[in-house]
C-alpha cells in the first residue's frame, strides 16, 4: 500500500496541507507540550479545506491549546493521588486500570491523560509490570483488569498476548476489559493474531472503543471492530462529548446508531475533563444533558449511553443524568417531554 505514515510533527501536518504555513510558529510551541501524531486512516478522513472538519479538531493542535482554563488541571481524574504502584490505578474496590504504555496510535487534543501520555514515554518495565500483577494477585477484591494506557493496543500480538496470560493465571481475576482507539484509528493493526491474544479461556475479555465522530466508523474499522465480535469478544463503546465534534443530536444519533449496527453498544458519553488547554472542546454539563434529552427521544435504546462525569481529583466517574423523575418522585417525564404523575391517580 502507498500509504503516508502517521504524521507525527506540526511540518508533517502542513505538508499534508492540514496546518497552514503561518501558524506553523504557534503550533510548534503547542506540539512540544503535547503529542501529536495522526495515522493515515484519520488523515483520509481530514477535509484540509474545512477548518471546521470534526476529524480534524480531534487530532490537529491549535493555538487555543496554551490556553489554560481556571480549574482545569494536570492530573485531571485524581489518577497519581489512586496509583499505589507502577502502572495501576486503583480507584473502586473491585477493578484497576493497568497502564501497560504510555502511548497512543494518535494524540487527541482532548486527552485527559495529556500530560502523561506521548511517544518514547514507554510503557511498563518487565519488573514494573511484575509488581503491578502482584499487586492485583494479593487482593482477591479485584474481580476485573481494564488494560488502558495510553492504548495497550499499539503493542505487539505478542506482548498482548504474554499479559493476557499473566493476568489469566490470577483466580479471582474473571473479567479483562481493554480501552482503546486503534480498531477506529490504525484497523490494519487488528489482525487475527491481535484478536487470539486477548482471548483468555475461563475469563470474559471485553474490548471498548473509543470513537466520538461517525466518520471514524471507516468500513476498515467496522471490519476491524467484526474481527472481535465474530471471535466472541463484545465490544462497548464510550465517546466524549466535544464542541464542534458531536454536540449535536444528528451527529451523536447517527454514532450511536452506526455502533449498535457494528455489534457495539454505547456505554459511556463522557463529559470532557479539565485537561489543561481544551476549553474550546468542552461544553457545558445543560448543553450535554439536553442533548442526552433528545437521543432518548429520539433513538432506540440500544443507542443510549450513559452520560457521565469523572469527578476532578479522583472521586470516580458519576452519571450526570438528565432526571426523569420529579424531585419529589411524584411525577415522571416521557420520551415527548410530557410529565405523568406516578403512581396515576
Ligand atoms: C474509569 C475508570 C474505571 C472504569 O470505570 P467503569 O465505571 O467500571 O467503566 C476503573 N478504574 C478507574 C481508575 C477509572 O478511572
Ligand atoms: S487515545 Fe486515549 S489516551 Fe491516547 S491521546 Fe486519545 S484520549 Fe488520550
Redesign the pocket.
Known amino acids: 500500500m502507498n500509504r503516508p505514515t502517521t504524521l507525527r510533527s506540526v511540518n508533517a501536518l502542513c505538508r499534508h496541507a492540514l496546518v497552514p504555513r503561518d501558524k506553523l510558529g504557534e503550533l510548534a510551541e503547542v506540539a512540544s507540550r503535547y503529542a501529536v501524531a495522526i495515522t493515515p486512516v484519520m488523515a483520509d478522513l481530514i477535509d484540509p479545506a474545512d477548518l471546521q472538519d470534526p476529524v480534524a479538531r480531534q487530532f490537529v493542535p491549535d493555538a487555543r491549546e496554551r490556553k489554560e482554563a481556571p480549574h482545569e488541571r494536570r492530573d485531571p481524574i485524581g489518577d497519581e493521588r489512586f496509583s499505589p504502584v507502577e502502572g495501576v490505578v486503583h480507584r473502586y474496590p473491585d477493578r484497576v486500570l493497568l497502564k501497560i504504555v504510555n502511548a497512543?496510535?494518535?494524540?487527541?487534543r482532548?486527552?485527559?491523560?495529556?500530560e502523561m501520555?506521548g511517544p518514547g514515554r514507554g510503557g511498563l518495565s518487565p519488573k514494573a509490570l511484575a509488581a503491578a500483577l502482584g499487586y492485583i494477585a494479593g487482593r482477591p477484591q479485584i474481580w476485573e483488569v481494564i488494560l488502558s494506557?495510553?492504548?495497550p493496543l499499539i503493542l505487539s500480538a505478542r506482548r498482548l498476548k504474554s499479559v493476557v496470560a499473566k493476568i489469566r493465571a490470577i483466580p479471582h481475576v474473571k473479567v479483562i476489559r481493554v480501552h482503546t482507539?486503534v480498531p477506529a484509528v490504525a484497523p490494519e493493526h487488528v489482525d487475527a493474531a491481535l484478536v487470539r491474544a486477548l482471548r483468555a479461556k475461563g475469563k470474559a475479555t471485553f474490548v471498548v472503543l473509543?470513537v466520538n465522530h461517525p466518520r471514524e466508523l471507516t468500513a476498515q474499522a467496522r471490519a476491524a471492530c467484526a474481527r472481535f465480535v465474530d471471535a466472541g469478544i463484545p465490544m462497548l463503546a464510550q465517546s466524549?462529548l466535544l464542541r464542534g465534534v458531536n454536540d449535536d443530536v444528528e451527529t451523536l444519533g447517527a454514532l450511536m446508531r452506526k455502533l449498535v449496527e457494528c455489534r457495539i453498544k454505547p456505554y459511556y458519553l463522557h463529559h470532557a475533563d479539565l485537561a489543561p488547554g481544551t476549553a474550546h472542546l468542552r461544553t457545558t454539563i445543560a448543553e450535554g444533558r439536553a442533548l442526552m434529552r433528545a437521543l432518548h427521544g429520539r433513538y432506540s435504546g440500544l443507542c443510549q449511553p450513559s452520560y457521565v462525569l469523572d469527578i476532578p481529583d479522583g472521586y470516580g466517574k458519576s452519571p450526570i443524568g438528565p432526571n426523569y423523575l420529579s424531585e419529589d418522585g411524584a411525577t415522571i417525564e416521557d420520551f415527548n417531554g410530557r410529565r405523568h404523575i406516578y403512581p396515576p391517580r
Not at 104 to 108: L, Q, T, W
Request: charged share 25%; net charge positive; aromatic share 18%.
Open positions: 497512543c496510535a494518535v494524540y487527541c482532548f486527552c485527559f491523560r495529556r501520555v494506557g495510553g492504548d482507539r473509543h466524549v
